[in-house]
């Protein structure tokens, strides 16, 4: 079932635009990063909307009032504020919905990097499983060379001056990339608990999508890079960007609106 939906299907649209730019397998993770990003434009745009109300609804007297009535009983406050969802016809799993995507996504770019980069019998033996007939059998094995990178290793650029140490630059990218995509895209909170959490994950997500650029191989972590610049693109295409509070640093909390 994996194979069938999600690993296939990424292998070969791989190894399609691979053949299309003649043989540059970074380009065409590029390129497919660009492809996922427009197909999966429109949850982005729900995912917005629904960060924008959810924004709109923290900031309200009703909200506010919620908070301060029901401080002591967690489980109440819960139940009111679900409430509070039906009534302005909010569904606090929307914006999740991209987030979720991408995580088969992820796993299934890594496996098809892998699997594309073959280079041993065994390994060619594997990917010949996974390829539709109308890839030319020509292009394997692939060129996994991309500027000064090998694709299917984990990423190091080494420098004259320091020949036996390995700057992670892809790694710093995805982090980099990461914590500004999340204080772009992340409204927010009227609570301190709701703060506190978005302080969490903003500090923890890139660290995350850091450890996985470092360890594996570089073909995901540029990716994970083209993804991130292409989303904080889009992000401001929309007109909304706040370069205050992507250059701040202070409290997620946001103001009651009174």
């Known amino acids: ?42 949850l982005t745009l729900q995912q917005q ?6 924004q709109e609804m923290q900031q309200s007297k009703a909200w506010v009032d919620l908070q301060k009535k029901y401080k002591d009983d967690k ?26 995507i991408q995580l088969p996504i ?19 033996l594997e990917l010949s499983k996974h390829i539709y007939e109308f890839i030319p059998s020509s292009i394997i094995p692939l060129n996994s060379q991309f500027l000064y990178m090998n694709l299917g290793q984990p990423e190091r650029l080494y420098l004259p001056f320091l020949p036996n140490i390995g700057i992670p630059v892809l790694t710093i990218l995805v982090v980099i ?9 992340t409204p927010p909170s009227a609570d301190a608990q709701g703060a506190q959490m978005t302080k969490i994950m903003a500090l923890y997500m890139p660290l995350l999508l850091g450890y996985f650029a470092y360890t594996l191989a570089s073909g995901l972590a540029l990716y994970f890079v083209a993804s991130n610049l292409l989303a904080i693109v889009q992000y401001a295409a929309t007109g909304k960007v706040d370069f205050k509070k992507l250059l701040s640093f202070g409290s997620a909390a946001a103001k009651p609106k009174r």
């Not at 909307?49 to 959810?54: G, L, N, R």
């Not at 504020?81 to 929307?94: A, C, D, I, R, T």
């Open 106 to 124: 992820i796993f299934g770019l890594y496996g098809a990097v892998i699997r594309a980069l073959a280079t041993t019998p065994t390994q060619l």
């Open 1 to 42: 079932m994996w194979d069938t939906v999600i690993l296939n299907p990424m292998v070969n649209s791989l190894l399609w635009i691979y053949d299309l730019l003649g043989d540059n397998f970074g380009l065409a993770i590029i390129v497919f990063t660009a492809l996922i990003r427009l197909v999966t434009l429109p």
């Open 75 to 100: 489980q109440k406050l819960q139940q009111e504020q679900m409430k509070l969802y039906q009534e302005v016809g909010f569904n606090p799993l929307s914006g999740c919905l991209p987030t979720l």
């Open 177 to 185: 990339s990461t914590y500004f995509q999340n204080k772009l895209m």
């Open 49 to 54: 909307k629904s960060t924008q109300k959810m």
